[in-house]
C-alpha cells in the first residue's frame, strides 16, 4: 500500500523554482513529524527540511536555508516544498518521509529513521 506519493519534480534552469507535494494518507500525516530528504547520485542522504504536526516547528538543512520553504496542509493531507532560486548542486531525487522525532532532529540529524517514506520525485537543475 503506497502511502506517501511525491510529484513536482522535473528540469528547470538554474535560479529557477519548483513546488513539489507530497500526497500523504491521513494517517501518517496526522501522527508524525513530515520531511524532505533529497540524495544524488553517488551521494548520501541529505536532510532538507522537517515539519512538525501543527507547523510551528520547522527546520531547514544549511544548504537549503533561505531557498526552500516547507509547509503542509493536514486538511488536504499533503506535504509542500516550494524551492526557489534552484543551483545545479539542488540536482537529486527527492523523497518525502515521516518520521518520529522533533523536526529539528528529522532535518538536522544524520541517520534519522523512516516510518514511511515516498518513492521519490526527480528534480535536475541544469542549463
Known amino acids: 500500500q503506497v502511502e506517501m506519493v511525491e510529484s513536482g519534480g522535473g528540469l528547470v534552469q538554474p535560479g529557477g523554482s519548483l513546488r513539489l507535494s507530497c500526497a500523504a494518507s491521513a494517517r501518517i500525516v496526522s501522527t508524525y513529524t513530515m520531511g524532505w530528504f533529497r540524495q544524488a547520485p553517488g551521494k548520501e542522504r541529505e536532510s532538507v527540511a522537517a515539519i512538525n504536526w501543527s507547523g510551528s516547528e520547522i527546520y531547514y538543512g544549511d544548504s537549503v536555508k533561505g531557498r526552500f520553504t516547507i509547509s503542509r496542509d493536514n486538511a488536504e493531507n499533503t506535504l509542500y516544498l516550494q524551492m526557489n532560486n534552484l543551483k545545479p548542486e539542488d540536482t537529486a531525487v527527492y523523497f518525502c518521509?515521516?518520521?518520529?522525532?522533533?523536526?529539528?532532529?528529522?532535518?538536522?540529524?544524520?541517520?534519522?529513521?523512516?516510518?514511511?517514506r515516498g518513492q521519490g520525485t526527480q528534480v535536475t537543475i541544469s542549463s
Open positions: 518521509a515521516a518520521s518520529r522525532t522533533t523536526a529539528q532532529v528529522m532535518a538536522l540529524s544524520p541517520g534519522v529513521p523512516y516510518i514511511y
